[in-house]
């Protein structure tokens, strides 16, 4: 199986921060990369897949980057509404795996 | 607007079973794959499996294979998740996605997730 190593697993930052996310997968997964928002008691949502190509609806200030093992998402400057956990997961093959979620807390 | 709405939450004993169904509304299977994915208490995601209704074609996670069935019912609309000989550590928040059309394995919309607790 594929093991994606998410850093940090917590940070805490500013409305207004740019904050980056990286998510290192055991083996090249070319683009095959999504992130996904999750609020607390809530599902997931899709922000980025490819590893770059942002889903339809979410803003342009988060962007994905990175191919075969490392990638990072960024949020150029962090919104109140950007408190929550990030999960990157690959699609390379079976089984599809997550990455074990960065919490963004604020400062 | 294509919505999953998933059944109502579920409390169980250990060695039993549940189904977990999950409707498309607003939309139907067309060539979209339906994924179910689960979270334990405090942690992340662990994928369960993969259906393509209109293939006929499933993945199973191993770590369930045996355990679970996951199955498509075109006539309700809805895609359904049964698992097995239950242990505490199955219980978690069960979410059924639908894929992209371009990228199936990138699960754009959710259900709102059913909670199955195993409890003696």
């Known amino acids: 199986d594929i093991q994606m190593t998410q850093s940090p697993s917590s940070l805490t930052a500013s409305v207004g921060d740019r904050v980056t996310v990286t998510c290192r997968a055991s083996?090249?997964?070319?683009?095959?990369l999504a992130w996904y928002q999750q609020m607390p008691d809530r599902p997931p949502k899709l922000l980025i897949y490819?590893?770059?190509t942002l889903q339809s609806g979410v803003p342009s200030r988060f962007t994905g980057s990175g191919s075969g093992r490392d990638f990072t998402l960024t949020i150029t400057s962090l919104q109140p509404e950007d408190f929550a956990t990030y999960y990157c997961?690959?699609?390379?093959?079976?089984?599809?795996?997550f990455g074990h979620g960065t919490r963004v807390e604020l400062k | 607007q294509v919505l999953l709405v998933q059944s109502g939450a579920e409390v169980m004993k250990p060695g039993s079973s549940v189904k977990v169904s999950c409707r498309v509304s607003?939309?139907?299977?067309?060539?979209?794959?339906f994924t179910w994915v689960r979270q334990a208490p405090g942690q992340g995601l662990e994928w369960l499996g993969r259906?393509?209704?209109?293939?006929?074609?499933?993945k199973i996670s191993q770590k369930v294979q045996g355990r679970i069935t996951i199955s498509a019912d075109e006539f309700r609309n809805e895609v359904n998740m049964e698992l097995r000989s239950l242990e505490s550590d199955d219980t978690a928040v069960y979410f059924c996605?639908?894929?992209?059309?371009?990228?199936?394995?990138?699960?754009?919309?959710w259900g709102q997730g059913t909670t199955v607790t195993v409890s003696p």
């Open positions: 996605a639908r894929g992209r059309e371009n990228w199936v394995d990138a699960f754009e919309i």
């Open positions: 607003g939309g139907n299977f067309d060539s979209y794959g």
């Open positions: 259906i393509t209704p209109t293939l006929g074609t499933t």
């Open positions: 083996q090249d997964i070319g683009s095959w």
């Open positions: 490819g590893a770059f």
């Open positions: 997961q690959h699609a390379d093959s079976f089984p599809i795996t």
